[in-house]
């Protein structure tokens, strides 16, 4: 059996393209297509079914995915005994980050791992905590840093990092510490979208408060933690954001940051990986090092 052939297949499976897959090995997509069709015949199953413009998996095709992984593992392990020096760990990491980890923690975690690590390649996707854990399940990448916990059997999670939610003002208002959520009601806010672990906390903090979206006035809603900042800096509205975000936010030019009265919920930040998903040794690496590297 040939574990480049295996490779392959595996990129074909985690882009769901024979075209993607051949950008990412630096192959055409007839030598990809030709490798497929020799472990197809080898097998004598047909490993995927062409749905729509995607290559999706058969069943047989599931099962030689987990030993696949398995195999390419026990090879990087191999490598990785006969390395006299552990410096020489090679591969790539894929991870998906919902706003603020994408933005505030994992460059601090990257290089940090990189000074024992150098040769490690990331790939870092970016979007909601929902989404993050949707490509943790789906295989499409090696594991999530997330600000939800979403409860499935086949997740992990790891906490990283605690901390609570702050209000931010542009410098040219002034409230006085801790605020009140009551007073807040008048002023134009800016939002994040409902299903970033962000949103998830304020939405439970406003209940207890017997305070509905109706009564905010809500201007503005976005993905992405710096413009919902520049709208803040702008004048254009006030928002309730993560205090790692405001830290580091706070520190410039045009941003005040203050507590809010009765909040008292903590969340963490959580490395989530899949259970049944066999993880390369620099993905396995990461992860037991990610504490550390806070």
Do not use: C
Not at 1 to 24: C, G, N, P
Not at 119 to 136: G, M, R, Y
Not at 193 to 212: C, Q, V, W
Not at 243 to 266: N, P, T
């Amino acid at each position: 059996m040939d574990l480049h052939q295996l490779y392959i297949f595996t990129k074909v499976v985690e882009h769901r393209s024979f075209s993607k897959a051949a950008e990412h090995v630096y192959l055409s997509q007839s030598t990809v297509s030709s490798h497929i069709h020799s472990l197809e015949k080898m097998f004598n199953v047909t490993l995927f079914d062409r749905v729509g413009r995607e290559s999706v998996l058969t069943p047989h095709g599931e099962r030689l995915y987990e030993w696949a992984l398995k195999l390419l593992e026990l090879k990087d392990q191999a490598l990785l005994d006969l390395s006299q020096d552990m410096t020489e760990l090679k591969g790539n990491i894929r991870i998906a980050a919902s706003s603020v980890p994408g933005q505030f923690m994992i460059p601090k975690m990257v290089k940090q791992f990189r000074k024992d690590h150098p040769h490690i390649l990331f790939h870092i996707n970016q979007s909601s905590s929902k989404n993050a854990v949707e490509k943790v399940l789906n295989g499409s990448v090696d594991f999530g840093i997330i600000g939800e916990k979403y409860e499935n059997d086949k997740l992990h999670y790891i906490p990283l990092i605690k901390e609570r939610l702050v209000l931010i003002s542009s410098d040219q208002m002034e409230f006085s510490s801790p605020v009140n959520i009551h007073e807040l009601l008048k002023y134009p806010f800016i939002m994040r979208h409902s299903d970033s672990g962000t949103n998830a906390l304020l939405e439970r903090f406003l209940k207890e408060n017997g305070i509905t979206h109706d009564q905010l006035n809500i201007i503005a809603y976005t993905d992405s933690s710096q413009s919902l900042i520049q709208f803040v800096k702008e004048g254009i509205g006030i928002s309730i954001i993560s205090e790692i975000a405001a830290r580091e936010s706070s520190g410039s030019k045009g941003i005040r940051m203050y507590d809010i009265e009765d909040f008292k919920h903590i969340r963490y930040f959580y490395l989530v990986y899949n259970i049944n998903r066999t993880q390369s040794v620099a993905s396995n690496k990461f992860i037991e090092e990610a504490k550390n590297l806070i």
